[in-house]
DNA sequence: GCGATCAGTT
DNA sequence: CACAACTGATCGC
């Protein structure tokens, strides 16, 4: 749950997923997501007043996270006040004070989170510093390293504080299997049981939140059953969700709630009431996303669990794991980082203890600050954090030398997708044990097997020792471009496998259990390291929404917009009132100016000029689905 | 009656 | 396995 304030030190004249108390008088408003405890205020009476008299008062987001919030006409009386920010895209915000008419500018990329539809993180850059605000994400590890904004030509950006998610930033969480272990874990632990019979059913027992809406698309995909949804109108303008869904009853997958969901299932009931087909009676297991975790060392991380006769739990985190965290962090490393949540048992000097040693003002108290003879300028890492007046005078090219972008233009790597599975191979699905059933990957078999959950999780292990050991590791994380490569910049490049876990080589360890006398299925999963195909390098989550959609432009005169061609060429584009697409040409020059401020110094002018320069991929496509599965 | 907050549940 | 939302009780306006 997130606990920021809503106030970035450096820029506190805007708000970020806080909308009450001294957020009551922003000048701008910012919502990374829409997860309820990222919205508070958001519809009080005070704010709706203060609109009503602060006209130049906006909220912007993502148009996937617009098109979320519009959908509940709780929040229609923002309709006109919602700017659409396109993702990677920079953008120039005037911050105006109603007031006395003081005005600030300020430039806004969004970067894709992969935390829900719609979340991004906000990278701002401007008079006082360029600062990263992640809201909630989960990005595997060396993903920081292929998002094209966070550099400046091939290197990271000169980045001030980053306000950080820190869910999980405590070492019991080391490690969680990776989106898309998760996701196949699922898949074959429903292909196990939906393909007995027609009667046979799946309830995934799913909180009221978004972020589930890949597992959904996949489960469609992969099986051509669509999901039973309670509601699906929010997606009524992202045909590649709402593709998926349905709220027709006869399906074999279902994800609807009800209030008193267990006294349900308990009578064999779905949520949505049916308990038969054709008078006969359906055979229902549930599954329950829940977030696992596994500790530094722990090799085997089964990401199904058997917790009943029909009841399953499936490894799902919308959110990273302590190393995906500090590699992100270790990667971006910022002069300073704030916690935006305290784990639970955890308290805010430990987590700060655990990620300081991250950033660069860390390196400066601790390290030498050996300095090699002869070396004109100085490095950042040495004395960047008091003064930063003069900082720019100096090329960082030194304090950086580990961190190299990964570049996004990278083919696919095909050979191990293997998108459908072979069917041929899964012969006998009355057949207790899908090892039969796995799918070929490369290496390794990835064999998936549930674990009984008699014993809760014994998996946790040492965690005292996990700090330490790490910390040698964390500028090591660039070298997995051996990766997939994708072509396309957007969601889709993170469904590529990403060999996000350490791995040692050990083996795995299959589990299988119970001989249990039902037609409960038998599934394993194990994720010895990386995991492998996925079903489909998949059905175009790219939510674009429809047309009608990402306009919103009423009233945008605050707003400029870079677009992505035209930065090349230093032009400004923005939209006026009527939705039309305004282009004032400047220069490079003019823009830098624009947006840098007195303190500018020839080095950072340099620095922001390789930004405009360097933020042409990505074409112009309306919206995406920021969840990055 | 509405909203904020808290505890409990899933 | 701890995410995020819902429910219900209580308090205040």
């Known amino acids: 749950m997130s606990a920021f304030e809503g106030q970035m030190a450096e820029y506190p004249t805007i708000s970020i997923d806080r909308f009450d108390r001294q957020n009551l008088t922003a000048r701008a408003y910012f919502l990374s997501h829409c997860h309820k405890d990222h919205m508070k205020g958001l519809r009080a009476p005070s704010l709706k007043r203060r609109l009503e008299c602060s006209l130049k008062v906006h909220l912007y987001c993502s148009p996937v996270t617009k098109e979320l919030l519009l959908t509940n006409s709780r929040y229609s009386f923002w309709e006109k006040r919602i700017i659409a920010l396109e993702i990677e895209t920079p953008t120039q915000i005037s911050l105006i004070d109603e007031a006395s008419g003081e005005k600030e500018e300020v430039v806004v990329t969004l970067l894709p989170a992969g935390h829900c539809p719609g979340s991004v993180m906000f990278l701002f850059q401007g008079n006082n510093g360029t600062v990263l605000y992640t809201g909630d994400f989960r990005l595997a590890k060396g993903e920081a390293a292929r998002m094209e904004f966070l550099h400046s030509g091939n290197r990271v950006k000169d980045i001030q504080s980053v306000y950080l998610d820190t869910t999980f930033c405590d070492p019991k969480y080391y490690q969680i299997p990776s989106r898309m272990e998760c996701l196949n874990g699922i898949l074959e632990l429903v292909r196990s049981w939906i393909t007995l019979s027609p009667y046979h059913i799946v309830w995934l027992n799913c909180k009221a939140a978004y972020g589930y809406e890949y597992l959904f698309t996949n489960l469609s995909e992969e099986f051509g059953t669509q999901v039973h949804v309670n509601k699906l109108d929010m997606f009524k303008n992202m045909p590649d ?65 058997r917790t009943g006769e029909s009841s399953y739990r499936a490894c799902f985190s919308f959110h990273s794991s302590y190393s995906e965290i500090k590699d992100f962090l270790s990667y971006i490393r910022p002069v300073n980082v704030y916690p935006n949540v305290i784990p639970l048992g955890a308290t805010m000097d430990k987590v700060v203890e655990i990620l300081k040693p991250l950033c660069r003002s860390f390196s400066k108290n601790t390290e030498s600050k050996y300095k090699p003879l002869g070396m004109l300028k100085r490095t950042r890492t040495t004395y960047l954090e008091s003064e930063d007046e003069d900082e720019d005078l100096f090329d960082d090219l030194q304090s950086m030398p580990l961190r190299h972008k990964i570049p996004n233009k990278q083919t696919f790597q095909p050979p191990l997708l293997s998108p459908k599975p072979e069917p041929q191979e899964c012969p006998g699905q009355l057949k207790p044990n899908v090892a039969s059933c796995k799918r070929d990957s490369v290496e390794s078999s990835l064999l998936t097997n549930f674990v009984d959950c008699e014993e809760s999780n014994s998996e946790d292990e040492d965690q005292s020792e996990t700090v330490t050991s790490f910390r040698g590791n964390l500028n090591s994380l660039p070298l997995q471009q051996q990766e997939s490569d994708v072509d396309i910049p957007e969601w889709k490049i993170f469904f590529k496998n990403n060999a996000d876990i350490p791995d040692d080589g050990s083996e795995n360890v299959i589990s299988s259990t119970e001989a249990g006398t039902s037609q409960s299925p038998r599934l394993f999963s194990d994720s010895d390291g990386d995991s492998t195909h996925i079903s489909s390098q998949n059905s175009s989550q790219s939510t674009h929404i429809s047309e009608q959609e990402s306009q919103g432009w009423d009233s945008q005169s605050d707003t400029i917009l870079l677009s992505s061609q035209e930065r090349n060429c230093g032009d400004f584009t923005y939209f006026n009132k009527s939705g039309s697409r305004v282009r004032e040409l400047v220069t490079t020059c003019q823009l830098e100016q624009n947006i840098s401020g007195p303190k500018d110094t020839s080095s950072d002018l340099k620095d922001r000029a390789q930004d405009v320069h360097t933020a042409s991929i990505s074409g112009g496509a309306t919206t995406y689905f920021h969840c990055l599965p």
């Open 241 to 305: 969700i709402l593709y998926h869904l349905t709220t027709d009853r006869h399906t074999q997958i279902h994800a609807c709630r009800h209030p008193r969901v267990e006294e349900f299932f308990r009578g064999n009931r779905l949520p949505c009431g049916i308990t038969s087909k054709n008078g006969t009676p359906l055979h229902i297991i549930s599954i329950k996303p829940s977030t696992m975790w596994f500790g530094e060392r722990t090799r085997k991380t089964n990401v199904i669990m």
